[in-house]
Nanobody, 127 residues
């Protein structure tokens, strides 16, 4: 019912910025939580940030607090991730996800709790 397409990835130098976008289509009215995950080579996928779409309440994983900002544009049905002060350890494939549940309030990110996924956009940060 929901399709997600990420864009905005690329290669940047440490300290630089990128803005990722996730365009949603289909029946999105019940996607109460949306999130960004990332996965680096050889590592498990980890949650980065999430947002409760009803109010715009945001949640962040510790490694990105103060550097990343998750936001939404309901009119455009698009999720964003503004990434500032990028570090080499931020290098990963970034995925957007959505769910009909309210799991973002838990402060954790479990892949199994998200019903819809994009195919990812690569972010590479060099030193």
């Amino acid at each position: 019912q929901v399709q997600l397409v990420e864009s905005g990835g690329g290669s940047v130098q440490a300290g630089g910025s990128l803005r990722l976008s996730c365009a949603a289509s289909g029946y999105t009215y019940d996607t109460y939580c949306m999130a960004w995950f990332r996965q680096a080579p050889g590592k498990e996928r980890e949650g980065v940030a999430s947002i409760y779409t009803g109010t715009g309440t945001t949640f962040y994983a510790s490694p990105v607090k103060g550097r990343f900002t998750i936001s939404q544009d309901n009119a455009k049905k698009t999720l964003y991730l503004q990434m500032n002060s990028l570090k080499p350890e931020d290098t990963a494939m970034y995925y957007c996800a959505a769910t009909r549940n309210f799991v973002c309030w838990s402060g954790t990110w479990r892949q199994s709790e998200y019903n819809y996924w994009g195919q990812g956009t690569q972010v590479t940060v060099s030193s």
